[in-house]
């Protein structure tokens, strides 16, 4: 089962604008990590933060994380059209035996960026 | 190109058949995921390795499934009397447990047509 939300679903923006997804998770968390898919392949690390931080920033990317919303927020600004793809929040368990640190996926983002 | 493999990339197949797929794991990391993914749809966990041993199967890994991966190295996951429903995408990951990376490195995922 999917941990959490992601919202927007989809997101159409022009070069050069920022943009900005959420997503929501239900249970304690160990850290929450960003990927990236382009279409039809495979999965792309983008950033992670743990449980006791509350922003981070690589790049273009700047990540926060609210654990007492249970929340998470992924801004990519100056977009460009090579950032057309989907963007999915994953966490890891917080629980002692966290299970393999398996990835738990929310629902994905689907951001347009239009040169 | 994260430095994991899978083959093969597409399979098509018909309702009943049996298939198997490949994953070929970053040659250090001792951990190695299945995840399955259907479109429009975060990737859900299905099992994972630490070395040899299978340590976790979701619900979602019937009893048709079976992964193994005998020598701690690559691992295959085989689909028994395929049904239509398990049409997806099937994406393997990997990492070294124990290090200081919490990321996971997807390969670019196996898809599967069961027609």
């Known amino acids: 089962s999917q941990q959490g939300e992601e919202d927007p679903q989809a997101l159409s923006i022009q070069e050069g604008e920022n943009a900005t997804m959420n997503c929501s998770y239900k249970t304690s968390i160990n850290n929450l990590q960003w990927y990236r898919q382009n279409s039809g392949r495979g999965l792309v690390h983008l950033i992670l933060i743990r449980s006791n931080e509350r922003e981070k920033h690589s790049g273009r990317l700047r990540v926060t994380l609210d654990t007492s919303k249970k929340s998470s927020s992924l801004l990519i600004t100056a977009s460009r059209a090579a950032d057309t793809a989907s963007y999915f929040c994953?966490?890891?368990?917080?629980?002692?035996?966290?299970?393999?640190?398996?990835?738990?996926f929310g629902g994905g983002t689907r951001v347009l960026v239009k040169p | 190109d994260t430095g994991v493999s899978q083959d093969p990339r597409h399979k098509i197949t018909k309702r009943g058949q049996n298939v198997t797929f490949r994953c070929d794991p970053i040659s250090e990391h001792n951990r190695l995921y299945w995840y399955r993914q259907t479109l429009g749809q975060g990737p859900e966990f299905l099992t994972y390795?630490?070395?040899?041993?299978?340590?976790?199967k979701s619900r979602l890994l019937s009893d048709r499934f079976s992964a193994e991966r005998p020598k701690g190295s690559f691992s295959t996951l085989e689909i028994q009397r395929t049904e239509q429903g398990d049409s997806a995408m099937y994406l393997c990951?990997?990492?070294?447990?124990?290090?200081?990376?919490?990321?996971?490195?997807f390969g670019p995922g196996t898809r599967l047509l069961v027609l």
């Open positions: 990951a990997s990492k070294r447990q124990g290090g200081t990376s919490e990321t996971q490195y």
């Open positions: 390795f630490q070395n040899e041993a299978q340590l976790e």
């Open positions: 994953a966490t890891v368990g917080g629980e002692i035996k966290a299970a393999g640190n398996k990835l738990t």
